[in-house]
């Protein structure tokens, strides 16, 4: 496995898991030049789940399209990379539990802010402002209220 920091090819593993329910397995590497740690993940290889877009284009799924969502909305929050991994996991693992081949962005959409309400409130606010493209304050401050008393 070739190191992302410093692209030397001889890592040894320090940790293995099993991740997604399952259905994939998660490694923690560390470089043997430079010492540093990075995570890899073994799948099993199957019919790529197609994302219909909202102008019926469609796409590959791509997690690290969903981590980077995950990332940004939960800055300065008190939640670690490993729980944003899991996360991604846990959608991943339900898209292609309850998905054949196609999966609208809209559904992904709402899988990821119930499951990011769940996580963390704040992260949750901002994922939706982004993701619902809202408009004004208004909007914004509708959600928060809806928020705070489904809690």
């Not at 499951?115 to 959600?143: N, P, T, W």
């Amino acid at each position: 496995m070739k190191c992302p920091y410093c692209a030397n090819l001889e890592d040894k593993v320090v940790d293995s898991r099993l991740a997604t329910e399952g259905s994939s397995i998660r490694r923690r590497r560390e470089c043997l030049k430079c010492q540093r740690r990075f995570t890899t993940y073994e799948y099993i290889e199957g019919t790529p789940l197609m994302v219909v877009k909202k102008d019926s284009r469609r796409e590959p799924f791509e997690r690290k399209k969903i981590l980077a969502g995950l990332v940004k909305a939960c800055e300065k929050r008190p939640i670690s990379m490993q729980q944003l991994e899991e996360l991604v996991d846990k959608i991943e693992f339900t898209l292609q539990k309850n998905y054949d081949k196609e999966v609208k962005s809209k559904d992904i959409g709402e899988l990821l802010m119930k499951m990011l309400k769940e996580l963390d409130e704040i992260a949750y606010v901002r994922f939706a402002s982004v993701y619902r493209q809202f408009k004004d304050i208004s909007q914004f401050m509708e959600i928060s209220r809806k928020s705070r008393h489904e809690a």
